[in-house]
C-alpha cells in the first residue's frame, strides 16, 4: 500500500497506443473534466453557508455529472488517431536511426534501408527497438519522457539512457509541466510523470513479455501510470457502447449504426486478423471467455510474402522490395466468393484477357513515390472497343429516331392532304373540285420539294461536319455531330495508346493476375502453404462452439471483424457465406465490418478511458508497481483482473 499523500492522481492525459506489428496507432485524450465536490465536514454540499438536503444534493450531483460526461463525450469526438512505422530504420552508409514517422518524412525510397522490427508473431522481442518507437510516439504528442533516474529516484534500469538521449538528440528541454484542474487550463507539452498510457495488446502475451514492458514505461519513460487492455476487447466495447446514447451532432459513422448493432445481448464475437496473426475473442459486456478465444499464426505478414515469392518467380525479383510488394497487395488483392470456379475460369481464359488481370506499375523514385495500377493492353483495347460500340449503338438509335420522325412527319401531312380532298369532294361542286384538285396538286408539289430540300441541307450540314475540325478548346460543342464525336474520341484513344506505350517502356510493370485472390485465400485455407489448421470461418465456429450454449446464438448474430486485412474487399462476404454454412440452421449470422476497421479497437479504448472511473480502476501507479514487485507479485496478480474484469468497473 501506498501513503495517501503519496498517491498519483487519477485525472492525468491518457496516451492510448494500439501497438500492432505493422503499424503503431496512438493518440493523447485529454484528462477529465473535473466536477467541483466541495463538501462540508458533515459531507453534505454547502451552498452560502446553508446546508442542501441529501436528496437535492444528490440530483445536483447526477445532472452535473451526466452534463459534464455529455460535454466530455463530444469533446472526445474531436481527437483523431494516428499512426505511424512500428520500427525503425537505418539510411545507407549512416549511423541515423529513424523511428516510426521519421522514416515516410525523411526518405522516399524505403527499399533502401535496414529495418527493424520490434514484435515477432505479435509479441515484443526487441524492446530497444520498441522504445524508440514509443518516445517517438510520446514526442509527436508533446509528452516528455522522463526516465526515473531523472526524477530522482536513484535509479536506472537497464537501457535507461535511451529516452533522455531521444530527448537529447530532438533538442527538446524536459520540462515538467504540472496540471491544474482547478484553473482548467492543460499545458500544451505534459511530461511523462503527468500522464497516463494505455496499452492495448493481444490476449495471452507470456509473463517474461509483460513484465519488460512494465518496466520499459515506468523506469523508462517514466509514465506515471500504465493501464493495459486486451485489442478485441476494446474493440466490442465500441461495437456495444455498454447501452450509452450517441449524441446526435456526433460525426462517427459506426457510432450511428448503433441501432443496427445492439441486440441487447451483450455479447460479441471479434475476430482480429492483423500483419502478424488472427485472433478470435468472443465477449460478454466488453469481458473475454478466455477459454473460447482461438488464435490462427495468419496475417497480414504471411501474405504478402508469399505475394513477394509469387512475383519474383513469375517476373521480376522483388525478394528486397517488401513495402512495393505491401502496398501491391493493398492495391489488388481481393477474396472471391467462388474460388474452384475463378481459378477454372483462368484456365480457359488467355493471360490478359481475364476479368481480374492487372498491371501494377512501379515507381521510378524520381517522378513518382507511390505505384499505380492499371488495365493490360488487350484488356484495354477491349474496352475500348466495347466503347466504340456502344457509341455506335447510340448513334444508330438516333439515327432510327430520326428517320421515324421524318416519316411520321410526312404520313401526317398526307393524312391532312387526304382529309382536305375529301372534304372538299361532298361539297359537290365539279367547279369547285376541280379547282382544288388543282389546289391540293399544287400544296403537294410545294411540300415535297420543301421535304427534299431539308433533307438535302441536313446531309450537307453532316457533310460539313464531318470534314470540319473541332473547336480549339478540344470540347464538344453544340454544333458536333455523333460522327465528328466519334472522330474525336478516337483522336484521344489513339493519344493515350501512344502516351501508355510509352510509360510502358520507361516504367516496369508487374503482371498481376490469379495472385490477386489466390493470396487472401491462404485466410480460409492455411492447408494450402503446409500450416495444419483450419481457415478462419472453422476457427471462429470452434471459438463459438467453446462458450456456454446460452452465448451461442448471440454469438453468430454478433460477428465483428477488425484488424487490416478486413479491409480486403470481398473478405466480409465470404467469412458470412462460410460461417452460414457451419452455424445451425436455427442460428442467425451477421457480420458487422466497420468504415475503417484498422482503429475500431483504438476507438474503443478512446471511449472507454472517458469514463471518470477509469484510471481509478484499471491503471496500476507507478509507486504501487513497485511496491507489489518487491512483495513477488506475479504478473497475473497485478494485470489479471484489471485486464480482463471490464464490465466490474462500469
Known amino acids: 500500500s501506498v501513503a495517501q499523500h503519496l498517491r498519483i492522481p487519477t485525472n ?63 469533446a472526445n469526438d474531436n481527437i483523431q488517431m494516428s499512426s505511424m512505422y512500428n520500427a525503425t530504420a537505418r539510411p545507407p552508409h549512416q549511423l541515423t536511426v529513424l523511428a516510426g514517422d521519421e522514416i515516410t518524412t525523411r526518405m522516399k525510397n524505403l527499399g533502401q534501408l535496414s529495418w527493424n522490427y520490434p514484435l515477432e508473431r505479435g509479441m515484443i522481442c526487441d524492446g530497444e527497438t520498441q522504445l524508440r518507437v514509443w518516445a517517438r510516439v510520446l514526442e509527436v504528442l508533446g509528452v516528455v519522457p522522463i526516465p526515473m533516474m531523472v526524477m530522482g529516484s536513484g535509479r536506472m534500469g537497464s537501457g535507461g539512457f535511451l529516452a533522455t538521449i531521444a530527448a537529447a538528440r530532438r533538442g527538446k528541454p524536459v520540462v515538467v509541466s504540472s496540471i491544474d484542474p482547478v484553473a482548467g487550463k492543460q499545458p500544451t507539452t505534459y511530461s511523462s510523470n503527468n500522464c497516463a498510457f494505455l496499452l492495448l495488446v493481444p490476449p495471452f502475451v507470456p509473463s517474461v513479455i509483460s513484465e519488460g514492458v512494465d518496466c520499459m514505461l515506468f523506469r523508462e519513460l517514466g509514465m506515471a501510470r500504465v493501464a493495459r487492455m486486451v485489442g478485441p476487447c476494446m474493440a466490442a466495447v465500441r461495437y456495444l457502447s455498454f447501452g450509452q446514447s450517441i449524441p446526435d451532432n456526433t460525426t462517427d459513422s459506426d457510432a450511428k449504426n448503433g441501432g443496427w448493432i445492439n441486440d441487447n445481448t451483450k455479447c460479441c464475437c471479434v475476430v482480429d486478423s492483423g500483419y502478424s496473426f488472427t485472433h478470435i475473442v468472443p465477449t460478454h459486456r466488453g469481458e473475454a471467455l478466455i477459454k473460447a478465444i482461438r488464435r490462427l499464426n495468419v496475417g497480414g505478414k504471411i501474405l504478402t510474402n508469399l505475394l513477394k515469392e509469387a512475383v519474383t518467380y513469375r517476373q521480376w525479383n522483388m525478394m528486397d522490395e517488401y513495402h512495393i510488394v505491401n502496398e501491391a497487395k493493398e492495391q489488388l488483392c481481393f477474396v472471391t466468393e467462388n474460388f474452384g470456379k475463378e481459378m477454372k475460369q483462368a484456365r480457359a481464359t488467355r493471360k490478359g484477357l481475364r476479368w481480374f488481370d492487372r498491371e501494377y506499375l512501379l515507381p521510378d523514385f524520381v517522378t513518382t513515390f507511390r505505384g499505380s495500377v492499371r488495365l493490360p493492353e488487350p484488356l484495354q483495347r477491349k474496352k475500348e472497343m466495347e466503347e ?45 373540285n376541280g379547282s382544288e384538285e388543282k389546289q391540293g396538286r399544287k400544296t403537294y408539289k410545294s411540300r415535297k420539294p420543301k421535304r427534299e430540300k431539308k433533307k438535302r441541307k441536313h446531309r450537307n450540314d453532316k457533310q460539313d461536319n464531318e470534314d470540319g475540325d473541332m473547336d480549339d478548346s478540344g470540347n464538344e460543342s453544340d454544333e458536333e455531330t455523333d460522327q465528328q464525336r466519334l472522330q474525336r474520341l478516337k483522336t484521344m484513344r489513339e493519344a493515350e495508346r501512344k502516351r501508355r506505350e510509352q510509360d510502358s517502356l520507361e516504367r516496369q510493370a508487374l503482371a498481376m493476375s490469379v495472385e490477386r485472390f489466390a493470396i487472401p485465400e491462404v485466410l480460409f485455407r492455411p492447408s494450402d502453404i503446409g500450416l495444419d489448421s483450419g481457415g478462419i470461418s472453422e476457427a471462429i465456429a470452434e471459438s463459438i462452439e467453446a462458450c456456454d450454449p446460452i452465448f451461442r446464438a448471440a454469438m453468430y448474430h454478433n460477428v465483428l471483424l477488425v484488424g487490416g486485412n478486413a479491409k480486403i474487399p470481398g473478405f466480409r462476404d465470404r467469412v458470412e457465406s462460410e460461417l452460414r454454412k457451419l452455424a445451425p440452421m436455427n442460428y442467425e449470422v451477421r457480420v458487422y465490418l466497420p468504415e475503417d476497421p484498422a482503429s475500431y479497437a483504438w476507438e474503443g479504448a478512446k471511449q472507454f478511458s472517458s469514463n471518470m472511473r477509469f484510471q481509478e480502476d484499471f491503471s496500476v501507479d507507478r509507486l504501487s508497481w513497485e511496491a507489489m514487485k518487491k512483495t513477488g507479485k506475479t504478473q497475473q496478480e497485478i494485470w489479471g483482473k484489471k485486464m480482463y474484469n471490464i464490465s466490474k468497473g462500469r
Open 388 to 432: 466504340m460500340e456502344k457509341i455506335k449503338k447510340e448513334m444508330d438509335r438516333l439515327n432510327d429516331e430520326k428517320e421515324k420522325q421524318e416519316l411520321e412527319e410526312e404520313a401526317k401531312d398526307l393524312s391532312n392532304m387526304q382529309v382536305v380532298e375529301e372534304s372538299k369532294a361532298k361539297e359537290g361542286k365539279s367547279v369547285v
Open 12 to 74: 492525468l492525459p491518457v496516451c492510448i497506443v494500439d501497438n500492432g506489428g505493422w503499424t503503431v496507432k496512438y493518440g493523447l485524450v485529454p484528462p477529465p473534466a473535473a466536477v467541483s465536490t466541495d463538501k462540508s465536514e458533515d459531507g453534505r454540499r454547502t451552498t452560502d453557508g446553508e446546508g442542501t438536503k441529501p436528496g437535492r444534493e444528490n440530483s445536483a450531483s447526477n445532472n452535473n455529472n451526466a452534463n459534464a460526461s455529455h460535454d466530455e463525450n463530444n
